[in-house]
Nanobody, 127 residues
Framework: QTQLVESGGGLVQPGGSLRLSCVAS????????IGWFRQAPGKGREGVSC????????MYEDSVKGRFTASRDNAKNTVYLQLNNLKPEDTAVYYC????????????????????WGQGTQVTVSS
């Protein structure tokens, strides 16, 4: 059974940082591109970042470029999202997801192209 578990969310002041983790079981993440998405209250699910299977290629939504960084440790079956210089508009539930297509390149940040999802972790940016 494939399972993704996100962690690392929390309450942080504007300008602060968090590091989100996504740990997988029942699937070898090294075979796939992994996306990060977020959903704020009353809004749709938004693609934030994608990292390729080998970690050599990344993709970011414009509003997070230069602030968020995706990375991965395939030996630990874990993907990370470093969130720096956080803003109140970054407040959302953050999800990781597996793009099940092979090869594991980042094609898009469209949520419907991702197959397996975690339960999400809440990030709240507020003073």
């Amino acid at each position: 059974q494939t399972q993704l578990v996100e962690s690392g969310g929390g309450l942080v002041q504007p300008g602060g940082s968090l590091r989100l983790s996504c740990v997988a079981s029942g699937i070898t993440l090294a075979d796939y591109a992994i996306g990060w998405f977020r959903q704020a209250p009353g809004k749709g699910r938004e693609g934030v970042s994608c990292i390729s299977d080998d970690g050599d290629s990344t993709m970011y939504e414009d509003s997070v470029k230069g602030r968020f960084t995706a990375s991965r440790d395939n030996a630990k079956n874990t993907v990370y999202l470093q969130l720096n210089n956080l803003k109140p508009e970054d407040t959302a539930v953050y999800y990781c997801a597996v793009d099940g297509r092979i090869p594991g390149t980042c094609g898009s940040l469209s949520y419907w192209e991702y197959d397996y999802w975690g339960q999400g972790t809440q990030v709240t940016v507020s003073s």
